[in-house]
C-alpha cells in the first residue's frame, strides 16, 4: 500500500515508517521543516512537505494515498485546546481526502485518562470533558460513514525505548533535578507500557487489516506498579527512592505529576486478536534496567 504517515519524523512516527517499509509498504512522511524531511528521507521514506495546520494540503496528500497513519501532534502543553482543534480539523480533512475509498485511516490516541482505578478495555469510551482532544476519537470514527476505513489506537501514556523523550525520560530528568526517584503514594498505582517496535507492528497490522471502526490498545504490559517505575529509576541512577506526599506532587513532579499518581492499567486482550498481535521487545523495566535512559 501506499501509505501517508503524518508525525513520520516523530518517535512512534519514524519506528511506524521503519515497520511499513519493510513490509513492502510504499510510505509518503509528511514533513514541516528541511530537518524532519531530512530524517524521514534518511529513514528511506518519500517526502511530502506540508503541515498538519494546512487541511486542504491534507486533503489532497490522502487523496494520492492508499490509506494515512496520523501520528502529527502538536504537544505544546500550554496551547491544549488549540493542538486538539488543529488535530480534530485535520482528521476530517484527511477523511474527507479518503472518503468513499474504503481505505483506512489510523489515528493516534491515549489509554490515559478513558477510567481510572480499574483497568479499561478497548471498548471503554473516554470521558470527552477530561481532555479537548477525546472527541477526536469519536469524529475519526464517524468517518466510516463517509466509506472509510477508520481505525483508532490508545497508545500507553509511555511508548518506550531507546530514543524515548516521553514521559519515563521526563520522569528521569525530574528524579535527576530532585535527586531523588519519587512516586505517589504507596506507589501502587500502575501504568501501562508498550515498546516503541511493538506499537509500530500493531500500527502496520491495523493499517492492513483492522476492521472499520476498530479501537486498539497499543499497551504490552497492562500496569507496572509505579513505585516499579521509580525504582528502576533509582537504581538507573544510582539515587534514593522515596513516596512523594500527595500534596508536593505537583511542587515535585510538575506537570507529570499527576499523570505518573493515576492508577491507569489497560488491557489489550481484544487487539490481540488482530492477527495475533504479539509483542516481543523489552518489557519497561527491562528497557529501564538497559541503561539508554540514564546516559
Ligand atoms: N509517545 C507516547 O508515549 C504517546 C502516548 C500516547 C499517545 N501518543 C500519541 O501518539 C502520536 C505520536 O506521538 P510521538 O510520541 O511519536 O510524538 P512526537 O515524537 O512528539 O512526534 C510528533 C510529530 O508530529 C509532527 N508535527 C507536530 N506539529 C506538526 C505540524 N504543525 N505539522 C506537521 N507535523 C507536525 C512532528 O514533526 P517535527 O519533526 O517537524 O517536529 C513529529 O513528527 C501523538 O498523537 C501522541 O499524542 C504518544
Redesign the pocket.
Known sequence: MRILV????????SAAVTELLAAGHQVVG????D??AA?IAALGADVRR????DTDGLRAAAADSEGVVH?????DFSRMAEAAATDRAAIEALGAGLAGTGHPLLI???T?GVAFGRVITESDIPDATLHPRTANATVALSLADTGVRPIVVR?????HGAGD???ISTLVQVAKTKNLSGYAGDGANRWPAVHVRDAATLIRLAVEDAPAGSVLHAAAEEGIPARRIAEAIGNGLNLPVAPIPATDLDEHFGWIGRFFAADAPASSEATRTLRGWKPTHPTLLDDLTAGHYFH
Open positions: 503524518t508525525g513520520a519524523s516523530g518517535w512512534i512516527g509528511l514533513a514541516r521543516s530537518a524532519s530524517r506540508g503541515d498538519i495546520d501520528l502529527g501532534y502538536n504537544h493516534a490516541a491515549g490515559l497508545f500507553a501514556p509511555t511508548v523523550h516521553g514521559f
